[in-house]
């Protein structure tokens, strides 16, 4: 950027800005309203720029304009606005096909016998991937933005003479299809990992995790009858006359369980069930009770992190506790992600839940908590997605319908035992998935790696008989200076016309 030595340049090289080796620099026009016929011309947005540098055409707005430029072949396309995080997204153009970009985002075109349009685009994705960007944009409510004249004038960069840039852009290309390759087949890999903890759970639950098992303790175990009975025993003993019979669970839907096994809901194993804490934000601070919220709820346990914390007195602490083996259920968001659920452990500190929650607290004598969580992991989004209430982009649902999900029932013995083999089956999937997770994030910063050694000229050999990067500015500088002349004697001519 403009603090770079540039005597540190390799030979042939020089310091140039986005202005000076562009045509134009223009940002696009806002959408309007995008139509769902697809009608008229497809209008490229912020999130059609991947965050490797690589146009999205995944989902591709249509807008109806009477005039407006196309992007062309060797266009770069700079995202001017959006979060921090992801302001300065880029992406060249590789096709002409007549679209057209939104206002956040500015169209480069760049000179074409000074720079190649790849190699431009390299360069603003690679201060885009180290933040460059990011520290320098200017900050609006929930938005950033980077604007032409900053894009013009305050970033420089290094310029290599062009034929040089060819064999980098070709280099890099090469190095990273590779990276790319392996990339691909690492997600495969997490795919595969995902599919096997699915298969886990349903064999799980359909009794062949523990079939072995069974035969082994057969006339050991309590069957599901016997059990719900014991429960419904304990219930009237405890709630005497407010004791209310629960309707029997309707199964008529549900898959076939194995031989001792029952139906049974949420009801029959509940000790009790209770929404969580609301307080004004003037409650919350630096100090105080760490309070979970939705965001702290992760494909079926609890993650630490972005913890908020609330200045309550002994009595709301006691009342909204989270205890160990408490479930925590979410019971506001987007329809896909209601539901989720996951078990408070021992050995955090004291934590309390916020409203969108329900502390859910099972009568444990009868029911394994982490058994009861693990079935919320493969039955809960497809229940809750049937019995959720919509609102404008949220669903919810209530303590009842909660109560009224369906589990499987069978004795804590056996429920016991297939939390061990779940867990036991997950951990090798953990052990596996953690190497792959580090194995890319090696791979970005290999990525990064190669980005950097291009630009300071030490990933391909160079040529001395490479004209000088110098030579070309000076050429575009030239030319502009006479385009200029001529145009001011233009001007001027028509002006005595007049």
Known sequence: METEND?????????????????????????????????????????NISPHGEIDLSDVKSVEVDKYEPLKVGDVLFNNTNSPVWVGKTA?????????????????????????STWLSMVLHYFFVIGFFRANCTHHVNQASINSHFLSKRVSFPLPPLPEQHRIVAKIEELLTRLDAGVKALNAVKAQLKRYRQSVLRCAFDGKLTAEWRVAHKGKLEPASVLLERIKEERKEQLGNKYKELPPVDASELPELPEGWGWASVFHTAE??????????????????????MYNI??????????????????????????????????????????KAAVFPSGLETCVYESKNIRLRLQRRFVESKFVNFWFLIYSQRYFNRNAQQTVGMASINQEQLGAMPIPLLSITEQQQIVSEIERHFSVADV???????????????????????????????????????????????????????SNQESMRGQTLN
């Open 7 to 47: 005597n540190a340049l390799p030979r042939g090289w020089v310091r140039t800005t986005v202005g000076d080796i562009s045509e134009t620099i223009n940002p696009g026009f806002p959408s309007g309203k995008h139509n769902k016929e697809n009608r008229g011309v497809p209008h490229l947005r912020p999130m």
């Open 92 to 116: 060249v153009i590789k096709q002409d096909s007549g679209w057209a970009y939104s206002n956040h985002m500015t169209r480069i075109r760049p000179i074409n016998q000074a720079i190649d």
């Open 272 to 293: 009790s069930m209770k929404n969580g804490i609301y307080r004004p934000p003037h409650f919350y601070g630096e100090q105080g009770t760490a309070c979970l919220r």
């Open 298 to 339: 992760e494909k079926g346990f609890l993650v630490w992190k972005d913890i908020k914390r609330m200045n309550l007195d002994d009595e709301e602490i006691h009342e909204y506790q989270l205890l160990p083996d408490d479930i925590l259920v979410n019971r506001v968001n987007s329809r896909e992600l209601v539901g």
């Open 432 to 486: 596996i998935e953690r190497s792959v997770d580090q194995s890319i994030t090696q791979s970005e910063r290999l990525r990064q790696s190669i980005l950097k050694k291009a630009f300071e000229g030490k990933l391909v050999p160079q040529d001395p008989s490479d004209e000088p990067a110098e030579r070309l500015l000076e050429r575009i500088r030239a030319d502009r200076k006479n385009e200029n002349t001529k």
